[in-house]
């Protein structure tokens, strides 16, 4: 383990504990650029535009978690890796932050609840998970009408998120797309960040 000291602004700075030296698959185990850049983002929001509830999927060490919690948002953190769950509801208490339960979610799995939030940062590098989270999200419901999905991902692999995005804008989804750019442990990188609406 090792502690990483993440600014998301000069007065939001949590100290983070990585998982270092895991055995692949170890998506999980670290900072992403696209977990800053869509914390940043959160950050960013007018604070009543925010839901009052939101639900992360692979939520890694839980960074966007952390931060959707710090700002008042009652957050259900999850991911298919048992250690990421774990990380993510200790790195949470480390930096005093409330608000945040987690459990295990293979997106495959039958879901009974929905939400107004989803945060989905850098979940869609192997081919099965356009199809997989647009089940989970649009299919059986976890989405809740009206709702909206928080998609990120590096604009350097972009062509297969885009293709979610397409799905999603097929049935409805009103779509807006920002890039933001991010520096992360000495290299600078894009982020495209789409806001998902699902009609209501
Ligand atoms: C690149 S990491 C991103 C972690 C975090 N969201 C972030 O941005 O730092 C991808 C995460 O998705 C999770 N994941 C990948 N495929 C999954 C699946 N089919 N079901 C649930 N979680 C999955 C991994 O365990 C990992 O934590």
Same mark, same amino acid.
């Given at each position: 383990?090792?502690?990483?000291?993440?600014?998301?602004?000069?007065?939001?700075?949590?100290?983070?504990?990585?998982?270092?030296?895991?055995?692949?698959?170890?998506?999980?185990?670290?900072?992403?650029?696209?977990?800053?850049?869509?914390?940043?983002?959160?950050?960013?929001?007018?604070?009543?535009?925010?839901?009052?509830?939101?639900?992360?999927?692979?939520?890694?060490?839980?960074?966007?978690?952390?931060?959707?919690?710090?700002?008042?948002?009652?957050?259900?953190?999850?991911?298919?890796?048992?250690?990421?769950?774990?990380?993510?509801?200790?790195?949470?208490?480390?930096?005093?932050?409330?608000?945040?339960?987690?459990?295990?979610?293979?997106?495959?799995?039958?879901?009974?609840?929905?939400?107004?939030? &989803? $945060? @989905?940062?850098?979940? =869609?590098?192997?081919?099965?998970? #356009?199809? !997989?989270?647009?089940? %989970?999200?649009? +299919?059986?419901? &976890? $989405? @809740?009408?009206?709702? =909206?999905?928080?998609?990120?991902? #590096?604009? !350097?692999?972009?062509? %297969?998120?885009? +293709?979610?995005?397409?799905?999603?804008?097929?049935?409805?989804?009103?779509?807006?797309?920002?890039?933001?750019?991010?520096?992360?442990?000495?290299?600078?990188?894009?982020?495209?960040?789409?806001?998902?609406?699902?009609?209501?």
């Amino acid at each position: 383990m090792r502690t990483v000291h993440v600014e998301l602004r000069p007065d939001v700075v949590f100290q983070l504990l990585e998982a270092v030296a895991q055995p692949r698959p170890n998506h999980w185990s670290r900072v992403w650029p696209t977990a800053l850049a869509m914390s940043r983002w959160l950050l960013d929001q007018p604070k009543a535009s925010l839901p009052k509830e939101a639900f992360e999927l692979g939520c890694g060490m839980g960074l966007v978690s952390v931060t959707a919690a710090h700002l008042g948002i009652v957050t259900h953190s999850t991911d298919r890796e048992p250690l990421a769950i774990a990380l993510a509801l200790e790195n949470a208490e480390r930096n005093g932050v409330v608000g945040l339960t987690t459990s295990l979610l293979e997106w495959s799995d039958p879901i009974t609840t929905s939400a107004p939030m &989803l $945060l @989905a940062s850098d979940l =869609v590098y192997e081919p099965t998970s #356009p199809d !997989a989270i647009y089940s %989970l999200v649009h +299919t059986a419901g &976890l $989405l @809740a009408p009206g709702g =909206v999905l928080v998609m990120a991902g #590096p604009t !350097a692999r972009a062509e %297969l998120a885009n +293709t979610l995005v397409r799905r999603f804008r097929d049935v409805g989804y009103a779509h807006l797309c920002e890039a933001l750019h991010v520096e992360w442990e000495g290299n600078t990188d894009t982020v495209e960040l789409h806001t998902l609406r699902r009609p209501a």
